[in-house]
């Protein structure tokens, strides 16, 4: 992998880690399209600093928030910001569960099975549908739309499904406010990321010999810069209720993998 490789699988990651169109979709239609050598399977270290970058973006982003947050539970008092946190994490229970009982059987589904990427942008180009079509509330998330958000995020450790299009499109669906249903969605994966990559640090998953740290940089820029702007997008284009646009994208991507498939 040159730098040029590595400065478009950072855009790419940056992009579709918000924007509702599959990252994980989008980087197996990668390798199927530019071959399985251009992502070597030593790259998991690469992978890491590209979703470190994406969730640097996101505190970026959402600095003020966060700031409130920390100051909120220093107070050491029930209040709405601790609230917050308390949901965040409840939101992470079913990811961690299926991720740690799962992991092996997970990765299996990340082999270049284009057909099943397909139908799960489908479901995808689905949900975004209904949730555009959703009514306007300023409902805030309960703690028990935190739980069911989280099982929509276990959900799309498929690959193909969109992450945030799947917290999103939930939470809306559950009568929430689509902003705030946009700023919980980038929130609640930051402490997934940092989580999955101490664990890999930790393990000795992670191989740091032979590292060009010329092209991680490379890719981390590039992650997190296409990241800071496709997560402040995003939050507007929730808020105008544009997603029908990346349900005709996600159909249209997702047929042309489908069709790809069947002809290999």
Not at 107 to 125: D, S
Not at 221 to 238: H, R
């Amino acid at each position: 992998m040159d730098i040029l490789d590595s400065i478009i699988l950072g855009i790419i990651q940056g992009l579709t880690e918000f924007l509702p169109v599959s990252s994980s979709g989008h980087l197996e239609l990668g390798k199927a399209i530019l071959g399985d050598d251009s992502i070597p399977e030593e790259s998991l270290l690469f992978t890491v600093v590209l979703h470190f970058a994406t969730a640097l973006s996101t505190m970026v982003v959402f600095r003020k928030d966060i700031w409130v947050i920390l100051k909120g539970i220093l107070k050491f008092q029930w209040n709405e910001d601790l609230q917050f946190l308390t949901k965040i994490i409840i939101s992470m229970i079913p990811a961690v569960l299926i991720g740690y009982n799962y992991e092996s059987e997970l990765a299996e589904l990340f082999g270049g099975n284009i057909q099943l990427v397909g139908f799960m942008l489908l479901l995808t180009a689905f949900l975004l549908y209904l949730a555009d079509k959703a009514k306007h509330t300023d409902k805030k998330v309960s703690f028990k739309n935190a739980l069911i958000i989280g099982f929509a995020q276990a959900i799309a450790m498929l690959p193909g499904i969109s992450r945030s299009g799947a917290t999103i499109s939930t939470s809306v669906l559950l009568g929430n406010d689509k902003t705030k249903a946009a700023r919980f969605s980038f929130l609640m994966v930051v402490p997934l990321i940092f989580g999955k990559i101490g664990k890999d640090v930790l393990t000795g998953t992670i191989s740091y010999d032979s590292t060009n740290f010329t092209i991680l940089s490379a890719g981390f820029i590039a992650a997190f810069v296409s990241g800071l702007f496709a997560c402040t997008w995003m939050i507007s284009l929730v808020k105008k209720s544009k997603l029908t646009y990346f349900a005709i994208y996600c159909v249209v991507v997702g047929f042309i993998a489908i069709t790809y498939a069947s002809m290999n």
